[in-house]
């Protein structure tokens, strides 16, 4: 059965500092990765990962993906209180679908 | 609005009673999805529609659970006799799809299902 796993599930830092998100997986036929940030209800899209050691970046969000290791990062540089949110990482496999992890709730206190 | 849209945003129900629950994805979007979250916890894969091929129903928790997908665009999640562990937000999403899977989901903003 295809899995993803977030770690931390919660994590509380100070606005400005620097912080990382993981991402492991398991699945058959990995296709892609997906990372999303959910504020309120709707989640929003942030990257897809294909390839492997490829570094995506926008802004201050940066994520890279390790097929061979099966995880993924999320790293966010200069935290704001706006970045608070839970951030889901999911995973398009063989099922056919994406799998999504539990997720990360960031909170960024001032 | 060019966004998925969802209807209604809100819902509360008595156990018992059959709900429907309705998404309008992006147009042009082959694929839709609709997903469940339980307070606190990740997405819950429900149902996949993809263009005219059979839906892809495994992650239907019961029977209690149907959807349809009409005319290729439209979708309705139906309830029957909820209970009150069907309480959660149940989201739907839709995307372009490439042989590679999903280009990426967009999400539509949730009915939140409330069963007394």
């Known amino acids: 059965e295809d899995k993803v796993v977030q770690s931390p599930l919660s994590l509380v830092v100070h606005e400005g500092d620097t912080v990382t998100l993981n991402c492991s997986y398991e699945?058959?036929?990995?296709?892609?990765l997906l990372w999303y940030k959910q504020e309120k209800k709707a989640p929003t899209f942030l990257f897809m990962l294909t390839s492997s050691g490829i570094e995506k970046k926008s802004g201050r969000l940066s994520s890279i993906l390790d097929k061979k290791e099966l995880f993924s990062i999320l790293n966010i540089t200069a935290t704001q209180t706006g970045d608070s949110a839970v951030y889901l990482c999911?995973?398009?496999?063989?099922?056919?679908?994406?799998?999504f992890g539990q997720g990360t709730r960031l909170t960024i206190n001032p | 609005g060019a966004g998925v849209s969802q209807s209604p945003s809100n819902k509360v129900t008595e156990k018992g009673k059959d709900v429907e629950l309705r998404c309008d994805p992006i147009?042009?979007?082959?694929?839709l999805y609709w997903y469940r979250q339980s307070l606190g916890q990740g997405l819950e894969f429900l149902i996949y529609f993809q263009g005219n091929s059979a839906p892809d129903k495994s992650g239907l928790p019961s029977d209690r659970f149907s959807a349809e997908r009409t005319g290729g665009s439209v979708s309705t999640l139906t309830i029957q006799r909820t209970q009150q562990e069907d309480s959660a937000v149940y989201l739907c999403?839709?995307?372009?799809?490439?042989?590679?899977?999903?280009?990426?989901?967009?999400f539509g903003p949730g009915t939140r299902l409330t069963v007394l």
């Open positions: 999403a839709s995307s372009l799809l490439s042989s590679g899977g999903p280009i990426k989901q967009f």
């Open positions: 999911a995973v398009w496999g063989g099922a056919q679908k994406l799998v």
């Open positions: 699945v058959t036929n990995f296709r892609s």
């Open positions: 147009s042009g979007h082959t694929a």
